[in-house]
Protein backbone atom coordinates (compact mmCIF):
# COMPACT_ATOMS: atom_id res chain seq x y z
CA UNK A 1 0.00 0.00 0.00
CA UNK A 2 1.12 3.45 -0.44
CA UNK A 3 2.29 5.26 2.21
CA UNK A 4 2.41 8.78 1.22
CA UNK A 5 5.23 10.63 3.58
CA UNK A 6 6.48 14.69 3.23
CA UNK A 7 10.19 15.20 3.04
CA UNK A 8 10.68 15.95 6.37
CA UNK A 9 10.90 12.35 7.30
CA UNK A 10 13.72 11.82 5.29
CA UNK A 11 16.66 10.00 7.30
CA UNK A 12 18.86 13.03 7.39
CA UNK A 13 21.72 11.41 9.41
CA UNK A 14 24.14 11.69 6.30
CA UNK A 15 23.29 14.91 5.66
CA UNK A 16 25.74 17.42 5.09
CA UNK A 17 25.32 20.98 4.91
CA UNK A 18 27.34 23.16 2.96
CA UNK A 19 29.43 25.90 3.76
CA UNK A 20 28.92 29.50 3.11
CA UNK A 21 31.37 29.28 -0.12
CA UNK A 22 30.10 25.89 -0.67
CA UNK A 23 32.86 23.91 -0.31
CA UNK A 24 30.94 20.57 -0.06
CA UNK A 25 27.77 19.03 -1.58
CA UNK A 26 24.24 19.43 0.45
CA UNK A 27 23.03 15.89 0.07
CA UNK A 28 20.68 13.85 1.54
CA UNK A 29 20.43 10.15 1.94
CA UNK A 30 16.83 9.02 2.80
CA UNK A 31 15.86 6.19 4.96
CA UNK A 32 15.83 2.98 3.38
CA UNK A 33 12.59 2.35 1.78
CA UNK A 34 11.05 -0.24 -0.38
CA UNK A 35 8.74 0.64 -3.14
CA UNK A 36 5.62 0.60 -1.04
CA UNK A 37 6.58 3.87 0.78
CA UNK A 38 6.63 7.22 -1.34
CA UNK A 39 8.33 10.36 -0.37
CA UNK A 40 5.93 13.26 -1.74
CA UNK A 41 7.22 17.09 -2.92
CA UNK A 42 5.79 19.67 -5.01
CA UNK A 43 8.98 19.14 -7.62
CA UNK A 44 11.87 16.26 -8.37
CA UNK A 45 14.43 17.10 -10.66
CA UNK A 46 15.78 14.19 -12.31
CA UNK A 47 19.91 14.52 -12.38
CA UNK A 48 22.06 17.19 -10.38
CA UNK A 49 24.14 18.53 -13.41
CA UNK A 50 24.19 21.67 -14.87
CA UNK A 51 20.69 22.03 -16.22
CA UNK A 52 18.83 20.53 -12.94
CA UNK A 53 20.98 22.43 -11.14
CA UNK A 54 20.56 26.16 -12.96
CA UNK A 55 16.50 24.79 -12.82
CA UNK A 56 16.47 24.16 -9.01
CA UNK A 57 18.41 27.52 -8.74
CA UNK A 58 15.65 29.36 -10.08
CA UNK A 59 12.53 27.70 -8.60
CA UNK A 60 11.26 29.06 -5.26
CA UNK A 61 8.96 25.80 -4.47
CA UNK A 62 11.83 23.48 -3.46
CA UNK A 63 11.67 19.76 -4.09
CA UNK A 64 14.47 17.14 -4.53
CA UNK A 65 17.05 16.75 -6.79
CA UNK A 66 17.67 13.04 -7.77
CA UNK A 67 21.08 12.58 -8.81
CA UNK A 68 22.52 9.00 -9.84
CA UNK A 69 26.70 9.09 -8.75
CA UNK A 70 28.03 10.18 -5.55
CA UNK A 71 28.58 13.69 -6.57
CA UNK A 72 27.19 16.65 -7.98
CA UNK A 73 27.85 18.54 -11.34
CA UNK A 74 30.44 16.70 -12.01
CA UNK A 75 30.41 17.50 -15.74
CA UNK A 76 30.20 21.26 -14.81
CA UNK A 77 33.12 21.07 -12.60
CA UNK A 78 34.96 19.65 -15.80
CA UNK A 79 34.06 21.82 -18.29
CA UNK A 80 36.34 24.10 -19.87
CA UNK A 81 39.03 22.54 -18.18
CA UNK A 82 38.15 23.47 -15.45
CA UNK A 83 37.31 26.96 -15.60
CA UNK A 84 33.90 26.60 -16.80
CA UNK A 85 33.32 28.33 -20.39
CA UNK A 86 29.92 29.30 -19.12
CA UNK A 87 28.36 31.12 -22.06
CA UNK A 88 29.15 33.41 -25.18
CA UNK A 89 29.57 37.42 -24.95
CA UNK A 90 28.00 39.41 -27.71
CA UNK A 91 24.47 39.55 -29.22
CA UNK A 92 22.06 36.72 -28.13
CA UNK A 93 20.69 37.63 -31.31
CA UNK A 94 24.05 35.56 -32.58
CA UNK A 95 23.27 32.07 -30.56
CA UNK A 96 20.63 30.31 -32.44
CA UNK A 97 23.12 29.80 -35.46
CA UNK A 98 25.33 27.99 -32.85
CA UNK A 99 22.99 25.04 -32.61
CA UNK A 100 22.50 24.15 -36.23
CA UNK A 101 18.93 23.51 -37.20
CA UNK A 102 17.94 23.36 -34.04
CA UNK A 103 18.17 27.19 -33.39
CA UNK A 104 14.93 28.03 -35.01
CA UNK A 105 13.31 26.12 -32.19
CA UNK A 106 15.03 27.44 -29.34
CA UNK A 107 15.63 30.30 -30.08
CA UNK A 108 12.52 32.59 -28.27
CA UNK A 109 14.33 30.58 -24.79
CA UNK A 110 17.65 31.82 -25.80
CA UNK A 111 16.26 35.19 -26.35
CA UNK A 112 13.67 35.46 -22.96
CA UNK A 113 16.93 33.57 -20.57
CA UNK A 114 20.15 34.92 -22.81
CA UNK A 115 23.74 34.79 -22.07
CA UNK A 116 23.50 38.90 -19.90
CA UNK A 117 20.83 36.78 -17.48
CA UNK A 118 22.73 34.49 -16.92
CA UNK A 119 25.84 36.52 -16.28
CA UNK A 120 23.61 39.10 -14.22
CA UNK A 121 22.51 35.65 -12.30
CA UNK A 122 26.13 34.87 -11.40
CA UNK A 123 27.02 38.15 -10.31
CA UNK A 124 23.79 38.29 -8.00
CA UNK A 125 25.42 35.52 -6.48
CA UNK A 126 28.69 36.64 -6.29
CA UNK A 127 30.51 35.02 -9.29
CA UNK A 128 32.49 37.33 -11.50
CA UNK A 129 32.83 36.99 -14.62
CA UNK A 130 35.42 37.34 -17.57
CA UNK A 131 35.26 37.59 -21.12
CA UNK A 132 37.86 36.76 -23.48
CA UNK A 133 39.11 37.72 -26.30
CA UNK A 134 37.50 35.07 -28.65
CA UNK A 135 34.29 35.62 -27.16
CA UNK A 136 34.11 33.04 -24.79
CA UNK A 137 33.10 34.24 -20.83
CA UNK A 138 34.44 32.21 -17.66
CA UNK A 139 33.73 32.86 -13.67
CA UNK A 140 36.97 35.57 -12.65
CA UNK A 141 38.07 32.96 -10.62
CA UNK A 142 38.56 30.08 -13.68
CA UNK A 143 37.14 27.75 -11.12
CA UNK A 144 34.03 25.98 -12.06
CA UNK A 145 33.69 24.64 -8.94
CA UNK A 146 32.40 28.05 -7.35
CA UNK A 147 29.85 28.10 -10.57
CA UNK A 148 29.00 24.68 -9.29
CA UNK A 149 28.55 26.20 -6.16
CA UNK A 150 26.96 29.37 -6.42
CA UNK A 151 23.75 27.15 -8.24
CA UNK A 152 24.17 24.91 -5.40
CA UNK A 153 23.73 26.74 -2.29
CA UNK A 154 20.89 29.11 -4.60
CA UNK A 155 19.46 25.79 -5.25
CA UNK A 156 19.73 25.00 -1.32
CA UNK A 157 17.72 28.66 -0.06
CA UNK A 158 15.60 27.74 -2.80
CA UNK A 159 14.49 24.48 -0.37
CA UNK A 160 16.08 22.14 -3.27
CA UNK A 161 17.11 18.85 -1.51
CA UNK A 162 19.92 16.92 -3.77
CA UNK A 163 19.85 12.80 -2.99
CA UNK A 164 22.91 11.09 -4.35
CA UNK A 165 23.23 7.65 -5.29
CA UNK A 166 19.63 7.40 -6.46
CA UNK A 167 19.32 6.35 -10.21
CA UNK A 168 16.19 6.79 -11.84
CA UNK A 169 15.09 4.01 -13.12
CA UNK A 170 11.13 3.89 -13.46
CA UNK A 171 8.83 6.81 -14.26
CA UNK A 172 4.71 5.95 -13.82
CA UNK A 173 1.77 7.85 -12.45
CA UNK A 174 0.24 8.19 -9.44
CA UNK A 175 -2.96 6.27 -10.99
CA UNK A 176 -0.88 3.81 -13.06
CA UNK A 177 -2.72 5.28 -16.05
CA UNK A 178 -1.52 5.89 -19.29
CA UNK A 179 -0.35 9.39 -20.46
CA UNK A 180 -3.56 11.16 -21.81
CA UNK A 181 -2.54 13.49 -24.73
CA UNK A 182 -5.64 15.52 -23.73
CA UNK A 183 -4.80 16.04 -20.32
CA UNK A 184 -6.57 19.13 -18.62
CA UNK A 185 -5.94 21.10 -15.44
CA UNK A 186 -8.37 18.32 -13.60
CA UNK A 187 -7.06 15.62 -14.71
CA UNK A 188 -3.12 16.52 -13.69
CA UNK A 189 -1.67 13.37 -11.95
CA UNK A 190 1.51 12.71 -9.57
CA UNK A 191 4.36 11.36 -11.25
CA UNK A 192 5.80 8.34 -9.65
CA UNK A 193 10.07 8.03 -9.82
CA UNK A 194 11.72 4.98 -8.73
CA UNK A 195 15.31 5.33 -7.80
CA UNK A 196 17.86 2.98 -7.12
CA UNK A 197 21.33 3.08 -4.59
CA UNK A 198 24.34 1.19 -5.56
CA UNK A 199 23.13 -1.60 -3.28
CA UNK A 200 20.02 -2.45 -5.62
CA UNK A 201 17.79 -0.96 -3.14
CA UNK A 202 14.68 1.24 -4.46
CA UNK A 203 13.25 4.38 -3.27
CA UNK A 204 10.01 5.84 -4.51
CA UNK A 205 8.93 9.44 -4.84
CA UNK A 206 6.05 11.04 -6.15
CA UNK A 207 5.50 14.86 -6.90
CA UNK A 208 3.17 16.84 -9.13
CA UNK A 209 6.10 18.13 -11.19
CA UNK A 210 8.81 16.43 -12.82
CA UNK A 211 12.03 17.86 -14.51
CA UNK A 212 14.36 15.47 -16.12
CA UNK A 213 17.81 16.98 -16.57
CA UNK A 214 19.97 13.08 -17.27
CA UNK A 215 22.18 14.89 -20.17
CA UNK A 216 23.34 12.91 -23.14
CA UNK A 217 25.68 10.25 -23.64
CA UNK A 218 29.01 11.89 -23.29
CA UNK A 219 31.47 11.36 -21.01
CA UNK A 220 29.72 8.65 -19.40
CA UNK A 221 31.79 8.13 -16.51
CA UNK A 222 30.38 11.55 -15.49
CA UNK A 223 27.15 10.17 -14.87
CA UNK A 224 25.17 11.21 -17.78
CA UNK A 225 25.03 7.41 -20.18
CA UNK A 226 21.60 7.60 -21.79
CA UNK A 227 20.40 5.55 -19.79
CA UNK A 228 17.65 7.69 -19.07
CA UNK A 229 16.29 7.81 -22.76
CA UNK A 230 15.05 4.22 -22.64
CA UNK A 231 13.41 5.34 -19.47
CA UNK A 232 11.70 8.49 -20.35
CA UNK A 233 10.89 6.33 -23.60
CA UNK A 234 9.44 3.18 -21.55
CA UNK A 235 7.40 5.94 -18.75
CA UNK A 236 6.57 8.66 -20.74
CA UNK A 237 6.49 7.81 -24.67
CA UNK A 238 9.57 10.28 -26.01
CA UNK A 239 11.72 9.08 -28.41
CA UNK A 240 15.04 10.49 -29.45
CA UNK A 241 16.98 10.99 -32.85
CA UNK A 242 20.01 8.79 -33.61
CA UNK A 243 22.50 9.86 -30.61
CA UNK A 244 26.25 10.65 -32.15
CA UNK A 245 29.33 12.32 -30.42
CA UNK A 246 29.88 15.45 -31.15
CA UNK A 247 32.75 18.15 -29.95
CA UNK A 248 35.25 14.82 -30.45
CA UNK A 249 38.48 14.47 -31.60
CA UNK A 250 39.05 13.09 -34.98
CA UNK A 251 42.19 10.78 -36.19
CA UNK A 252 43.20 10.94 -39.75
CA UNK A 253 45.33 8.99 -41.97
CA UNK A 254 49.11 10.16 -42.58
CA UNK A 255 48.82 13.14 -40.41
CA UNK A 256 51.73 15.25 -41.73
CA UNK A 257 52.57 18.08 -38.77
CA UNK A 258 53.42 15.82 -35.63
CA UNK A 259 56.52 17.80 -35.58
CA UNK A 260 55.01 21.43 -35.58
CA UNK A 261 52.98 20.47 -32.56
CA UNK A 262 51.68 24.05 -31.05
CA UNK A 263 51.10 26.06 -34.51
CA UNK A 264 47.43 27.22 -35.32
CA UNK A 265 45.68 28.97 -37.85
CA UNK A 266 43.11 31.44 -36.07
CA UNK A 267 40.80 31.55 -39.32
CA UNK A 268 40.70 28.30 -40.93
CA UNK A 269 38.08 26.68 -43.51
CA UNK A 270 37.06 23.02 -42.43
CA UNK A 271 34.68 21.36 -44.61
CA UNK A 272 33.91 17.58 -44.48
CA UNK A 273 33.16 15.74 -47.61
CA UNK A 274 31.72 11.90 -47.74
CA UNK A 275 33.69 9.38 -49.80
CA UNK A 276 31.82 10.66 -52.38
CA UNK A 277 29.15 13.52 -52.97
CA UNK A 278 28.67 16.43 -51.85
CA UNK A 279 30.33 19.09 -48.87
CA UNK A 280 28.89 18.20 -45.66
CA UNK A 281 29.75 20.81 -44.24
CA UNK A 282 32.02 23.62 -44.27
CA UNK A 283 33.14 25.75 -40.62
CA UNK A 284 35.39 28.90 -39.71
CA UNK A 285 37.32 28.71 -36.74
CA UNK A 286 40.97 28.40 -35.20
CA UNK A 287 42.91 25.41 -35.90
CA UNK A 288 46.04 23.58 -33.71
CA UNK A 289 48.23 21.33 -35.00
CA UNK A 290 48.76 18.92 -32.26
CA UNK A 291 51.59 16.04 -32.22
CA UNK A 292 49.22 13.53 -33.53
CA UNK A 293 46.70 15.33 -35.33
CA UNK A 294 44.50 18.58 -36.08
CA UNK A 295 42.48 19.53 -32.98
CA UNK A 296 40.81 22.97 -32.15
CA UNK A 297 37.45 24.56 -32.42
CA UNK A 298 36.96 23.90 -36.15
CA UNK A 299 37.61 20.29 -36.08
CA UNK A 300 35.50 19.73 -32.54
CA UNK A 301 33.03 21.70 -34.56
CA UNK A 302 32.73 19.57 -37.43
CA UNK A 303 33.06 16.34 -36.19
CA UNK A 304 29.79 15.10 -35.82
CA UNK A 305 29.46 15.53 -39.39
CA UNK A 306 32.79 13.19 -39.68
CA UNK A 307 32.39 9.43 -40.15
CA UNK A 308 35.16 7.00 -40.52
CA UNK A 309 35.14 6.84 -44.65
CA UNK A 310 34.93 10.58 -44.71
CA UNK A 311 37.44 13.44 -46.06
CA UNK A 312 38.69 16.41 -44.18
CA UNK A 313 39.65 19.03 -46.00
CA UNK A 314 41.57 22.24 -44.49
CA UNK A 315 41.86 25.69 -45.86
CA UNK A 316 44.79 27.41 -43.80
CA UNK A 317 44.71 30.78 -45.82
CA UNK A 318 41.00 31.24 -46.69
CA UNK A 319 41.61 31.94 -50.26
CA UNK A 320 40.75 30.16 -53.27
CA UNK A 321 43.65 27.79 -55.01
CA UNK A 322 43.93 29.83 -57.96
CA UNK A 323 44.34 33.19 -55.84
CA UNK A 324 46.82 31.46 -54.00
CA UNK A 325 48.35 29.97 -57.00
CA UNK A 326 48.55 33.14 -58.52
CA UNK A 327 50.27 34.77 -55.75
CA UNK A 328 52.81 32.09 -55.42
CA UNK A 329 54.06 32.93 -59.31
CA UNK A 330 53.66 35.94 -58.99
CA UNK A 331 56.21 35.86 -55.57
CA UNK A 332 58.01 33.41 -56.93
CA UNK A 333 58.81 36.13 -60.33
CA UNK A 334 59.91 38.88 -58.35
CA UNK A 335 61.75 36.71 -55.41
CA UNK A 336 64.10 34.90 -58.07
CA UNK A 337 64.45 37.83 -60.03
CA UNK A 338 66.14 40.02 -57.68
CA UNK A 339 67.64 37.27 -55.40
CA UNK A 340 68.93 34.58 -58.90
CA UNK A 341 68.33 36.93 -61.68
CA UNK A 342 65.77 34.22 -63.03
CA UNK A 343 62.35 33.67 -63.23
CA UNK A 344 61.41 29.97 -62.05
CA UNK A 345 57.20 30.26 -62.47
CA UNK A 346 55.65 27.47 -61.03
CA UNK A 347 58.60 25.20 -59.50
CA UNK A 348 61.02 26.17 -57.26
CA UNK A 349 64.74 24.37 -56.90
CA UNK A 350 64.99 24.83 -53.26
CA UNK A 351 61.92 23.85 -50.78
CA UNK A 352 63.37 26.42 -48.03
CA UNK A 353 62.74 29.37 -51.09
CA UNK A 354 59.41 28.21 -51.92
CA UNK A 355 59.12 28.33 -47.88
CA UNK A 356 60.01 31.82 -47.08
CA UNK A 357 57.81 32.93 -49.77
CA UNK A 358 54.75 31.03 -48.54
CA UNK A 359 55.60 32.56 -44.78
CA UNK A 360 55.87 35.88 -46.46
CA UNK A 361 53.05 35.66 -48.80
CA UNK A 362 50.57 34.63 -46.71
CA UNK A 363 51.54 35.69 -43.23
CA UNK A 364 52.42 32.06 -41.85
CA UNK A 365 54.70 30.55 -39.21
CA UNK A 366 57.85 29.70 -41.20
CA UNK A 367 58.18 25.90 -40.30
CA UNK A 368 55.00 25.16 -41.02
CA UNK A 369 55.49 26.66 -44.76
CA UNK A 370 58.72 24.67 -44.88
CA UNK A 371 56.50 21.60 -44.33
CA UNK A 372 54.07 22.71 -47.28
CA UNK A 373 57.02 23.24 -49.58
CA UNK A 374 58.68 19.98 -48.84
CA UNK A 375 55.41 18.15 -48.99
CA UNK A 376 54.75 20.05 -52.91
CA UNK A 377 58.21 18.93 -53.47
CA UNK A 378 58.69 22.63 -54.35
CA UNK A 379 55.24 22.66 -56.87
CA UNK A 380 53.77 26.12 -56.49
CA UNK A 381 50.68 23.94 -58.13
CA UNK A 382 50.77 21.31 -55.41
CA UNK A 383 51.73 24.01 -52.96
CA UNK A 384 48.06 26.41 -53.80
CA UNK A 385 46.34 22.73 -53.41
CA UNK A 386 48.18 21.84 -49.62
CA UNK A 387 47.67 25.60 -48.88
CA UNK A 388 43.65 25.59 -49.68
CA UNK A 389 42.66 22.18 -50.36
CA UNK A 390 44.98 19.55 -47.66
CA UNK A 391 42.78 16.78 -47.93
CA UNK A 392 42.80 13.78 -45.58
CA UNK A 393 40.89 10.17 -44.85
CA UNK A 394 38.83 10.32 -41.05
CA UNK A 395 40.11 6.63 -39.82
CA UNK A 396 37.71 7.42 -36.59
CA UNK A 397 36.29 9.90 -34.62
CA UNK A 398 36.24 9.86 -30.86
CA UNK A 399 33.64 7.65 -28.89
CA UNK A 400 31.28 9.44 -26.55
CA UNK A 401 33.82 8.71 -23.45
CA UNK A 402 35.84 11.57 -25.30
CA UNK A 403 32.75 13.83 -27.22
CA UNK A 404 32.27 16.80 -25.19
CA UNK A 405 28.59 16.67 -26.23
CA UNK A 406 25.48 14.38 -28.13
CA UNK A 407 24.70 15.02 -30.76
CA UNK A 408 21.03 14.16 -31.07
CA UNK A 409 18.77 13.48 -27.94
CA UNK A 410 14.84 13.86 -27.39
CA UNK A 411 12.78 15.08 -30.68
CA UNK A 412 11.90 18.75 -29.77
CA UNK A 413 8.52 18.28 -31.51
CA UNK A 414 7.87 16.28 -28.08
CA UNK A 415 7.75 19.11 -26.82
CA UNK A 416 6.65 22.95 -26.21
CA UNK A 417 9.90 24.95 -26.96
CA UNK A 418 8.78 28.12 -25.04
CA UNK A 419 9.06 25.78 -21.34
CA UNK A 420 10.40 22.66 -22.60
CA UNK A 421 6.84 21.24 -21.05
CA UNK A 422 5.88 17.53 -22.67
CA UNK A 423 3.07 17.77 -25.21
CA UNK A 424 2.21 14.71 -23.94
CA UNK A 425 2.44 15.23 -20.24
CA UNK A 426 1.47 17.71 -18.37
CA UNK A 427 3.96 19.13 -15.71
CA UNK A 428 6.56 17.08 -16.99
CA UNK A 429 9.82 18.79 -18.42
CA UNK A 430 13.36 17.91 -20.21
CA UNK A 431 15.75 20.21 -19.93
CA UNK A 432 19.87 20.34 -21.51
CA UNK A 433 21.95 17.84 -23.25
CA UNK A 434 19.29 15.00 -23.41
CA UNK A 435 17.37 17.21 -25.95
CA UNK A 436 18.06 17.13 -29.52
CA UNK A 437 20.16 20.53 -29.49
CA UNK A 438 23.74 20.26 -29.65
CA UNK A 439 26.03 23.61 -30.19
CA UNK A 440 29.75 24.50 -30.99
CA UNK A 441 32.13 25.18 -28.63
CA UNK A 442 32.52 28.14 -27.21
CA UNK A 443 29.85 28.31 -24.06
CA UNK A 444 26.79 27.24 -26.12
CA UNK A 445 25.82 23.88 -24.41
CA UNK A 446 25.67 25.55 -21.28
CA UNK A 447 23.82 28.31 -22.40
CA UNK A 448 21.54 26.06 -23.48
CA UNK A 449 21.15 24.16 -20.06
CA UNK A 450 20.62 27.32 -18.95
CA UNK A 451 18.03 28.83 -21.19
CA UNK A 452 16.21 25.41 -20.64
CA UNK A 453 16.03 25.22 -17.65
CA UNK A 454 15.34 28.91 -16.32
CA UNK A 455 11.94 28.42 -19.32
CA UNK A 456 11.24 24.94 -17.30
CA UNK A 457 11.54 26.82 -13.87
CA UNK A 458 9.08 29.83 -14.52
CA UNK A 459 6.80 27.70 -16.76
CA UNK A 460 6.86 25.34 -13.12
CA UNK A 461 6.81 28.25 -10.93
CA UNK A 462 3.21 29.98 -12.62
CA UNK A 463 1.58 26.55 -12.43
CA UNK A 464 2.53 26.38 -8.89
CA UNK A 465 1.39 30.10 -8.39
CA UNK A 466 -1.67 29.11 -10.32
CA UNK A 467 -1.33 31.60 -12.77
CA UNK A 468 -1.19 31.16 -16.92
CA UNK A 469 1.73 29.30 -17.96
CA UNK A 470 4.53 31.31 -18.67
CA UNK A 471 6.32 31.37 -22.43
CA UNK A 472 8.78 32.54 -23.70
CA UNK A 473 6.86 35.08 -26.11
CA UNK A 474 5.38 36.70 -22.99
C1 LIG B 1 34.97 17.61 -20.60
C2 LIG B 1 33.82 18.51 -20.91
C3 LIG B 1 34.01 19.88 -20.94
C4 LIG B 1 32.94 20.72 -21.26
N1 LIG B 1 33.15 22.07 -21.26
C5 LIG B 1 32.12 22.90 -21.57
C6 LIG B 1 32.29 24.31 -21.51
O1 LIG B 1 33.34 24.81 -21.09
N2 LIG B 1 31.24 25.09 -21.91
C7 LIG B 1 30.04 24.55 -22.33
O2 LIG B 1 29.14 25.30 -22.69
N3 LIG B 1 29.84 23.22 -22.32
C8 LIG B 1 30.84 22.39 -21.94
N4 LIG B 1 30.63 21.05 -21.92
C9 LIG B 1 29.27 20.54 -22.18
C10 LIG B 1 28.39 20.81 -20.95
O3 LIG B 1 29.11 20.50 -19.79
C11 LIG B 1 27.13 19.95 -21.02
O4 LIG B 1 26.46 20.22 -22.22
C12 LIG B 1 26.22 20.24 -19.84
O5 LIG B 1 26.86 19.86 -18.64
C13 LIG B 1 24.91 19.48 -19.98
O6 LIG B 1 24.17 19.69 -18.83
P1 LIG B 1 23.02 18.66 -18.43
O7 LIG B 1 22.52 19.10 -17.12
O8 LIG B 1 22.07 18.53 -19.54
O9 LIG B 1 23.75 17.25 -18.29
P2 LIG B 1 24.88 16.81 -17.26
O10 LIG B 1 25.69 17.96 -16.84
O11 LIG B 1 25.55 15.66 -17.90
O12 LIG B 1 24.07 16.33 -15.98
C14 LIG B 1 23.24 15.20 -16.00
C15 LIG B 1 23.17 14.65 -14.59
O13 LIG B 1 22.16 13.65 -14.53
C16 LIG B 1 22.65 12.54 -13.80
N5 LIG B 1 21.91 11.35 -14.23
C17 LIG B 1 22.01 10.70 -15.41
N6 LIG B 1 21.17 9.66 -15.45
C18 LIG B 1 20.51 9.66 -14.27
C19 LIG B 1 19.50 8.83 -13.70
N7 LIG B 1 19.02 7.77 -14.35
N8 LIG B 1 19.04 9.12 -12.45
C20 LIG B 1 19.53 10.18 -11.76
N9 LIG B 1 20.50 10.99 -12.25
C21 LIG B 1 20.98 10.74 -13.49
C22 LIG B 1 24.13 12.50 -14.13
O14 LIG B 1 24.88 11.80 -13.17
C23 LIG B 1 24.47 13.98 -14.18
O15 LIG B 1 24.87 14.46 -12.91
C24 LIG B 1 31.66 20.18 -21.57
C25 LIG B 1 31.47 18.80 -21.52
C26 LIG B 1 32.54 17.97 -21.18
C27 LIG B 1 32.30 16.49 -21.12
Known amino acids: MKQSTRLKNIDRTNHHDISARGKSVRSFTPAAASTSSVISTDVIIVGAGASGLMCAANLKTGGLILESSSRVGT???MSGHGHCNITHAGSIKNFP?????????IRKILYKYSNTDLVSFL????????????????????????????????????GFKVITNRKVVEIGFSDEGQINKESSESDIRQYIVTAEAPDGQRFCYEAKHLVIATGGKSYPRSGSDGFMFDVVNEGLGLEHTELKPSLAPLEIKGYPYGELSGISFDKAEVSIYPNAGRRLVLLNGSLLLAHDNFTGPAILNSSKYAEPGCWLQINYVGMSRDEVLARLISA?????????????????AQSGELGAIIAKEFALPRRFANEVAKRSACSA????????????EIESRGDFSKAIVTAGGLRLDQFDCKSMQLKSAQNAYCIGEMLDVDGITGGYNLQFAWSSARAAAASIEANINNSSPICAED
Not at 332 to 348: L, M, N, Q, V
Not at 382 to 392: G, Y
Open 123 to 158: DSRGIKTVTQADGRVFPESMKAQDVRDAFLSASSQN
Open 75 to 77: KLL
Open 97 to 105: SCYGDAGKT
Open 381 to 392: KKAAVLLTEDRF
Open 332 to 348: TGTEFKSSHGRCSGARI
